[in-house]
């Protein structure tokens, strides 16, 4: 190699540094390169693969939520050596898709995401690798190339092996699967459950409104052959038949967190109504909804049991419904 005289001023003053001095500046650099801001898996272990293909395959879950499978998880599910791509400045999946006989099926997202594969901390060690739907596009497109008939003698086996892997998984399926073999499933179950909390419901309750409309109580009082008293608060039915058709309609977590937090007395009464605690944009917009359903059923029935079927068809089957007085 032709040394410029950069190189060799560089190799002039390393001669001069002592071992002691050279170890300091190696140390320094390295720990400049931990302090890199590079991602790190929160989730996954080498002994805790995903199965591709009956191929034990290290994947990980960033802290940035991205899953990633390892560079030689993907060689060895797609039955590609290990080792370098024997063209400087290139790694092996890069080389492969800049083929002629692969490209043209390759996209340039793809392409660029091939060339520049994410770089993680697992521990105190460096790892490499393509988020999960990286595996699943570059099958799709070898695929592609192997239906144009392009692929050489020596490819078909790679093909082979892509075939096998979107036959058994999709790109929804393999975040699932690497979700459970990190133990991301659970975090995300969280995550999830509060996101559904927060748009729903309140950290405090607001002053009363009036959320059910007077009608409402009416409807019911006539469908179901009631006499109404200047005393009466309402029928007993009413409250059940909004828990059970209202609140019961939303996501699941949503009533078993108002039960929480606005608990009964020993009379059965709560302190606030449940509909003080939703939110104005996603809670009360699905509450007032599902008020207006049940009120345009109730204007439609003549009495309790044509109110009960019109339910049973406009709900399905799947409910069962309490119609007990």
């Not at 007032?288 to 309790?304: A, G, H, P, W």
């Amino acid at each position: 190699m032709k040394e410029n005289p950069q190189r060799k001023g560089g190799i002039a003053r390393s001669e001069k540094l002592s071992p002691e001095e050279r170890s300091s500046i190696a140390r320094e650099a390295a720990k400049r390169r931990w302090e890199e801001p590079t991602p790190k898996a929160m989730f996954g272990a080498a002994d805790k693969p995903i199965k591709i293909a009956d191929i034990e395959v290290p994947c990980y879950v960033l802290d940035d939520g991205r899953r990633v499978i390892t560079t030689t998880g993907i060689l060895d599910t797609l039955q590609m050596a290990r080792g370098g791509a024997m063209v400087k400045g290139m790694n092996r999946f890069e080389l492969f898709a800049s083929r002629d006989r692969i490209r043209p099926f390759v996209s340039d997202n793809l392409f660029e995401r091939l060339k520049n594969p994410i770089k993680f901390r697992v521990g105190q060690f460096m790892a490499h690798g393509f988020d999960s739907d990286t595996l699943i596009e570059l099958a799709e497109a070898v695929i592609k190339a192997d239906d144009a008939g392009v692929l050489q003698t020596q490819q078909k086996a790679i093909a082979f092996q892509c075939r096998v892997i979107t036959a058994s998984l999709t790109r929804v399926g393999l975040i699932a699967l690497i979700d459970e073999a990190t133990g991301y499933q659970e975090k995300r179950e969280k995550d999830e459950l509060q996101q559904i909390l927060t748009a729903y419901l309140l950290p405090e309750h607001r002053p009363w409104m009036q959320t059910i409309p007077s009608e409402f109580t009416s409807e019911v009082y006539r469908v179901y052959g009631w006499k109404r008293h200047a005393s009466n608060r309402g029928p007993r039915y009413a409250g059940k038949l909004i828990r059970q058709l209202i609140y019961e309609r939303m996501p699941k977590p949503v009533l078993p967190k108002l039960d929480e937090i606005n608990p009964s007395n020993g009379r059965y009464q709560r302190k606030h109504k449940h509909h003080q605690f939703l939110t104005e944009k996603q809670g009360l917009d699905h509450f007032r909804s599902q008020v207006i359903t049940v009120m345009t059923l109730l204007r439609i029935s003549k009495n309790k049991s044509e109110f009960k079927r019109h339910l049973q068809t406009f709900f399905g089957g799947q409910m069962s419904f309490d119609f007990t007085d």
